[in-house]
C-alpha cells in the first residue's frame, strides 16, 4: 500500500504547472548563488562547495513547499476523515507520502549534477566531499520534509503550513549558527552546535561521513514522522473512546522518541566510525604520522589553547582542531596526552602559556547589529616533549583567502602535517641531546686514507696524531656501532691510490700549484654502500676534527634534522632600499618552509667550500659565480651529495611601470655544460599558462574600485598532467606547476648519469629569444601572443644522478693560489711549514649517489613570484615551495613527511578562461536545468498516459 500511496503523490504534484515551478525556482536559485552570488570564476577553485553551503537554506524552502498540501489539502477537503477509517495502518499513510516527497527532493538534487559535472571538465574536482554533500543534502532534506509532515498534519491551509514548517526548519538550522552560538560558552555553546542542522552539514560537507551526524539527521527524522502518525492517530479517537488505548499510544510513542534523541548523547563520545572520503584522506591520522609516535620513548602532551570566544569565522574550525587533537590521542596508544583548554577560564593556565612558551592571545575586531568589540583569543596547539616544545599559532594553522574586500575564506592549512612536523621536531631535538650513536643503527666504519707522516707537510702530521685520539674517543663512545682504520695509499706499489681514484675519483692534495710533493689525506665514513668524505678542518685542531666527524656520522643516524645550504644573492635589508624595488629576488617564503623541517644554513660558497654539516645543495638565482664558488658546488656533488639549481638564461625586473628581461651570466653555465645540461639564452612561451595579474582601477557612480585583471601570459609556463614526472615522489600530492619566464633545457648526459625529465611545457609551446616580456592584449581583452617557429613540448626541469665527472679534473683546484715568489725547492725545503696556507685536491669522479636537478627559472620560487601567481586566490602560490620540500626529503631519504605534507594540497585551480567561456559555461548549465525539468515532466507525463490507458481498458471490460 505503501507504493500505491507514494507513486499517487507524485502524479498529483507532477498534475500541474506548480510542481514544475517549484522544481524551476530551486534549480535557478542555486545556480543563481553559485555563479553569481558566491563568484565561481572569481574564486578560482574547482570545488562545488558554495552550492552545498547554501544547500541548508534552499532545502528548508524546498521541503516546505513539497510538504504543505500533503496533509493540509486533506484536511481542507474533508478526505483526512476517510483517510483515518480505512483499513490502512496511519503508518502506511505517513511512509507513502514521506516517500513521495523525499523522491521528488531526490529529482531536485539530481537535477543539479551538472554542476560538479561541469567543474570537473574544467578542473580537479574532488569528488569525496561531493558524495557526501549529496548525501548530507538528502538526509537533511528528509529531516526537513519529516518536520513538513508533522506541520501540514496540524493545519488545514497550505500558506500556514509553507510558513510554519519553513519557520520551524529554519530554527534548527539557525541554532548551529555562529548569530546563535556566539551568544553563549561552554557546554550550551557545544549543545547549539551539536543541534544545529546547518553545523552538522558542514562537517559532512568537508567531505568527512561520520556516523554522529549522519545519525543526526535519521533521529530528526524518525522523531517528526513518529509524532506525525501520533497526530493521525489522535484524530481516530472520538471523545472519551479507550482510554488505555490512548494512554498506550502516548507511553510508546513517547519512549520511542526519547530513545531515538538519546541515542544522539551516548554517540557523542564515539569518534571512530567515521570515514574520510577526500582526495588523500586530508582528514585521518596518516601511517606516517603513527610512525612518529610509535618511536616515542616518553609521554608526549599535546595542549590545545582555543577560546570559546572568538572570530565568527575561527569558530567552525575549533570543534574541527580538537577532534583531530583527539585522533592523535587514540593513535599514541596511551603515550599521547591531550589536553582542550579555554585560558579564559584557569588563570594559572593562562600565565604558564604567556610566560613559559611564549603563547599570546590574538585581538579580534568583531561586530554585529548592537556592537562591535575587540576580543582577545586563543588559537593555538602546544607540543611538548621531555625539554623540548614546539608552539603553532593561529598564523601556522590558518590559511586566509582574500576573495573582496570583505569577503574572507578562513580555513585551516594542513593541521596534520604542522602537528606531526612539530612532533617529529621535539622528538628530534630531544633524542639528539644523547650521543649521536644512540641514534645510528648499523655499524660506521672510518677509513682514512692518509699518506706516511714523512710526505705530509708538519700541520697535517700533527692533525694525523690528533685524529688517532678522536678515533679512540669515538670508538670508546660508540662501542659496537663505530670502527676505524687508516690506509696508506702509496703501499702496495699505489695499488691503494689507483683504486680510491677509480671508485671515489680521490686524487693527490698539494698546498699550492707549485708545490712538486703530492699527498693523500682523505677522511671517510662508510657504512654499506654509503660512503661520506669528512673536509679537513680549517682550524686543524681536534675540536674541529671531532666536529666534522660528528657531522658526517649524523648523515647515518635516524631522528636528527638535516641540514640545507642555500646559496642565493646576497640583498640589501629593507631599511636600506628607500623606497625602491630590491634588486635581488627574495626567497624568504622557501626559507621560512624548510626551516620547519630542516636546519637551513645560508652561505654563499666564496671560501670554494660547502659547509661540512650540508646534507643538500641549494642554489637559487646564481650571479657571476666565481672559479671558486663553482668549485665548492662541483666537489660537493663529487661527494655524492645532491644540488638542486634554479637558475633561467635571462634576469627579468620591472623598470618604469614596464617588464625588462636582460641575458644574464650566472658562472655555471660552463659547469652545467660539462655536466651535459644547456640552458639555451631563450624563453619557453605556452598557451597553457598561468595568467598574469594587472591591477586596474574602474569608476562607478562617482566612487573608485581597485580590482586584479587576470591577462593571459604564455611566460607563466603551467606544467601539468603528461608534463609533470607523476610517478616521481617529488612530485607526490603536486599536480601543477608554474615557472616564471622558463628557458628550454637540453641534455646530453654521459653513459654513467640516468637522465629524468621532471617538468615539461606542453606539446603547443615554442621558444622565442625577444626580451620584451610585457603583456599582450587586444581591445577585446585577448591575447595577442601568437606561437612562433616550431612547437612542442621543451624540458624546464631535469634530474640526472650517478656518476659524474669533475669540471676541474683537468684544471686543477683553483683554491691553490700561486706564492708571489716562487722559492728553489732545492734550498727552501726546510723553511717555514707551520703556515700550510690551503691544503686542497681534486675529487675527479662522483659517487654513485650524487643528484643533480636543474630548473631552468631564476624567478619561480621568488616571494615575489609566488605572490603573482597566488594572487587569483588571495593567497601565497604553495606548490613551488612543496615541491623543493619533497625534493630535500626524497634526496636525504626522508620521505615520511611527503604523504601529510602533500594530504590536501591536489591542485584545485581552474584553467584561465576568458569572459565569453565563462558565460558560456553558465548557459549550459541554465539550458540543463530546463531540460532536466522538461524531462521529468515527460517522464511523468507518460506515465499519467499509461495509467490513464489501463483505467481505461478496466472500464471498457467492466462494462
Known amino acids: 500500500?505503501?507504493?500505491?500511496?507514494?507513486?499517487?503523490?507524485?502524479?498529483?504534484?507532477?498534475?500541474?504547472?506548480?510542481?514544475?515551478?517549484?522544481?524551476?525556482?530551486?534549480?535557478?536559485?542555486?545556480?543563481?548563488?553559485?555563479?553569481?552570488?558566491?563568484?565561481?570564476?572569481?574564486?578560482?577553485?574547482?570545488?562545488?562547495?558554495?552550492?552545498?553551503?547554501?544547500?541548508?537554506?534552499?532545502?528548508?524552502?524546498?521541503?516546505?513547499?513539497?510538504?504543505?498540501?500533503?496533509?493540509?489539502?486533506?484536511?481542507?477537503?474533508?478526505?483526512?476523515?476517510?483517510?483515518?477509517?480505512?483499513?490502512?495502518?496511519?503508518?502506511?499513510?505517513?511512509?507513502?507520502?514521506?516517500?513521495?516527497?523525499?523522491?521528488?527532493?531526490?529529482?531536485?538534487?539530481?537535477?543539479?549534477?551538472?554542476?560538479?559535472?561541469?567543474?570537473?571538465?574544467?578542473?580537479?574536482?574532488?569528488?569525496?566531499?561531493?558524495?557526501?554533500?549529496?548525501?548530507?543534502?538528502?538526509?537533511?532534506?528528509?529531516?526537513?520534509?519529516?518536520?513538513?509532515?508533522f506541520v501540514s498534519a496540524k493545519t488545514d491551509s497550505q500558506i500556514v503550513s509553507l510558513i510554519s514548517a519553513a519557520g520551524l526548519c529554519g530554527l534548527f538550522y539557525l541554532l548551529g549558527t555562529e548569530t546563535i552560538v556566539g551568544l553563549f560558552g561552554g557546554v550550551v555553546r557545544d549543545a547549539l552546535v551539536a543541534v544545529g542542522s546547518g553545523s552538522r552539514f558542514d562537517a559532512i560537507t568537508r567531505g568527512v561521513l561520520d556516523l554522529r551526524d549522519l545519525y543526526f539527521y535519521v533521529s530528526v527524522l524518525a522523531t517528526f514522522l513518529i509524532l506525525n502518525i501520533y497526530a493521525l492517530e489522535q484524530r481516530k479517537w472520538a471523545g472519551g473512546g479507550d482510554r488505555g488505548g490512548q494512554q498506550g499510544w502516548r507511553m510508546a510513542c513517547g519512549l520511542l522518541v526519547v530513545n531515538v534523541l538519546l541515542a544522539n548523547v551516548w554517540l557523542a563520545n564515539i569518534n571512530v566510525l567515521r570515514v574520510d572520503m577526500t582526495q588523500g584522506q586530508i582528514y585521518s591520522i596518516s601511517a606516517s604520522t603513527k610512525g612518529y609516535l610509535g618511536q616515542l620513548r616518553e609521554p608526549l602532551l599535546i595542549r590545545g589553547y582555543f577560546s570559546a570566544k572568538t572570530h565568527p569565522l575561527l569558530s567552525p574550525l575549533v570543534p574541527r582542531m580538537k577532534d583531530l587533537l583527539r585522533e592523535y590521542e587514540v593513535a599514541g596508544g596511551g603515550k599521547v596526552r591531550v589536553e582542550l583548554v579555554d585560558p579564559a577560564d584557569d588563570p594559572e593556565l593562562e600565565n604558564e602559556a604567556n610566560t613559559k612558551y611564549g603563547i599570546r592571545a590574538i585581538p579580534f575586531q568583531v561586530a554585529d547589529r548592537h556592537q562591535a568589540a575587540l576580543v582577545n583569543s586563543y588559537f593555538d596547539v602546544l607540543v611538548l616533549y621531555g625539554d623540548q616544545y614546539e608552539v603553532l599559532g593561529f598564523r601556522d594553522l590558518i590559511e586566509v583567502k582574500v576573495q573582496s574586500e570583505t569577503d574572507l575564506d578562513v580555513q585551516l592549512k594542513n593541521p596534520e602535517f604542522d602537528i606531526t612536523r612539530s612532533i617529529k621536531q621535539v622528538l628530534y631535538g630531544f633524542q639528539g641531546g644523547n650521543s649521536i650513536f644512540a641514534n645510528i643503527n648499523d655499524p660506521v666504519e672510518f677509513v682514512g686514507y692518509i699518506s706516511s707522516p714523512d710526505l705530509l707537510p708538519q700541520p697535517l702530521v700533527e692533525l694525523r696524531q690528533q685524529l688517532s685520539g678522536v678515533l679512540a674517543d669515538l670508538a670508546a663512545e660508540g662501542g659496537g656501532n663505530f670502527s676505524h682504520q687508516m690506509v696508506e695509499p702509496e703501499a702496495d706499489g699505489n695499488a691503494v691510490a689507483q683504486q680510491i681514484a677509480d671508485d671515489y675519483g680521490f686524487q693527490p692534495m698539494a698546498t699550492s700549484l707549485f708545490d712538486t710533493r703530492q699527498f693523500y689525506f682523505y677522511l671517510t665514513l662508510k657504512q654499506d654502500d654509503v660512503v661520506v668524505q669528512i673536509p679537513i678542518p680549517e682550524d686543524m685542531t681536534p675540536a674541529g676534527l671531532k666536529r666534522g666527524l660528528e657531522e658526517g656520522l649524523k648523515r647515518f643516524a635516524s631522528g636528527l634534522l638535516k641540514t640545507v645550504v642555500v646559496a642565493k644573492p646576497a640583498s640589501l635589508p629593507p631599511h636600506m632600499l628607500q623606497g625602491q624595488a630590491p634588486q635581488e629576488h627574495s626567497f624568504a617564503e622557501l626559507e621560512g618552509f624548510l626551516t620547519s623541517d630542516f636546519n637551513v644554513v645560508n652561505n654563499n660558497l666564496s671560501s670554494g667550500q660547502v659547509p661540512a654539516e650540508a646534507d643538500l645543495l641549494m642554489i637559487l638565482d646564481p650571479t657571476d659565480f666565481s672559479a671558486q664558488q663553482v668549485f665548492a658546488v662541483d666537489q660537493f656533488l663529487m661527494k655524492g651529495g645532491t644540488v638542486v639549481v634554479a637558475s633561467g638564461a635571462f634576469d627579468v625586473r620591472p623598470t618604469a611601470g614596464t617588464l625588462t628581461a636582460t641575458p644574464r651570466n650566472t658562472g655555471l653555465q660552463d659547469w652545467l655544460g660539462h655536466q651535459g645540461v644547456d640552458i639555451q639564452q631563450a624563453f619557453v612561451m605556452d598557451p597553457q599558462n598561468t595568467a598574469f595579474p594587472v591591477p586596474i582601477t574602474r569608476q562607478v557612480g562617482g566612487f573608485t574600485f581597485q580590482d586584479m585583471a587576470m591577462l593571459d601570459y604564455p611566460y607563466f609556463v603551467d606544467v601539468r598532467g603528461e608534463g609533470i614526472a607523476g610517478d616521481s615522489p617529488i612530485f607526490t600530492g603536486i599536480q601543477q606547476m608554474t615557472l616564471s619566464w622558463p628557458s628550454p633545457i637540453t641534455v646530453s648526459a654521459g653513459a654513467e648519469v640516468k637522465f629524468t625529465p621532471l617538468l615539461q611545457s606542453s606539446g603547443d609551446s615554442w621558444q622565442t629569444e625577444g626580451t620584451n616580456v610585457m603583456p599582450k592584449v587586444d581591445e577585446q581583452g585577448l591575447s595577442e601572443f601568437k606561437p612562433e617557429g616550431e612547437q612542442g613540448a621543451q624540458n624546464v626541469g631535469v634530474l640526472l644522478e650517478g656518476t659524474f665527472t669533475s669540471y676541474f679534473a683537468e684544471k686543477g683546484s683553483p683554491l691553490l693560489a700561486a706564492p708571489e715568489s716562487q722559492k728553489a725547492r732545492d734550498g727552501d725545503e726546510a723553511g717555514d711549514e707551520a703556515d700550510l696556507g690551503v691544503v686542497s685536491g681534486v675529487i675527479s669522479k662522483s659517487a654513485e649517489s650524487a643528484r643533480l636537478l636543474v630548473f631552468s627559472s631564476s624567478d619561480f620560487l621568488a616571494d615575489q613570484t609566488l605572490q603573482m601567481v597566488g594572487s587569483a586566490t588571495g593567497t601565497l602560490y604553495g606548490n613551488s615551495v612543496q615541491m623543493m620540500a619533497n625534493i630535500v626529503d626524497w634526496a636525504l631519504e626522508d620521505q615520511s613527511l611527503i604523504g601529510i605534507r602533500a594530504r590536501g594540497n591536489f591542485n584545485r585551480t581552474l584553467p584561465g578562461m576568458p569572459a565569453g567561456e565563462q558565460e558560456t559555461v553558465e548557459y549550459i548549465n541554465y539550458g540543463l536545468a530546463l531540460l532536466g525539468v522538461l524531462g521529468v515532466s515527460l517522464i511523468f507525463r507518460q506515465r499519467r498516459q499509461a495509467r490513464a490507458a489501463v483505467y481505461n481498458s478496466w472500464f471498457k471490460e467492466a462494462s
Open 1 to 149: 500500500m505503501i507504493r500505491q500511496i507514494h507513486s499517487k503523490e507524485l502524479n498529483q504534484f507532477f498534475a500541474s504547472p506548480i510542481g514544475y515551478l517549484f522544481l524551476g525556482a530551486f534549480l535557478v536559485a542555486t545556480l543563481f548563488i553559485f555563479f553569481w552570488v558566491e563568484s565561481f570564476f572569481a574564486r578560482n577553485i574547482a570545488d562545488v562547495r558554495p552550492m552545498f553551503e547554501w544547500l541548508p537554506v534552499l532545502l528548508i524552502f524546498l521541503s516546505a513547499a513539497l510538504t504543505m498540501r500533503m496533509w493540509s489539502e486533506e484536511r481542507r477537503s474533508g478526505t483526512l476523515e476517510f483517510v483515518v477509517t480505512v483499513p490502512v495502518s496511519t503508518a502506511e499513510f505517513v511512509l507513502g507520502k514521506f516517500l513521495a516527497c523525499f523522491v521528488l527532493l531526490a529529482i531536485a538534487l539530481c537535477l543539479t549534477l551538472p554542476l560538479p559535472l561541469s567543474v570537473v571538465l574544467l578542473g580537479n574536482l574532488d569528488w569525496g566531499p561531493v558524495v557526501a554533500g549529496y548525501i548530507a543534502a538528502l538526509l537533511l532534506g528528509g529531516a526537513y520534509i519529516a518536520i513538513g509532515l
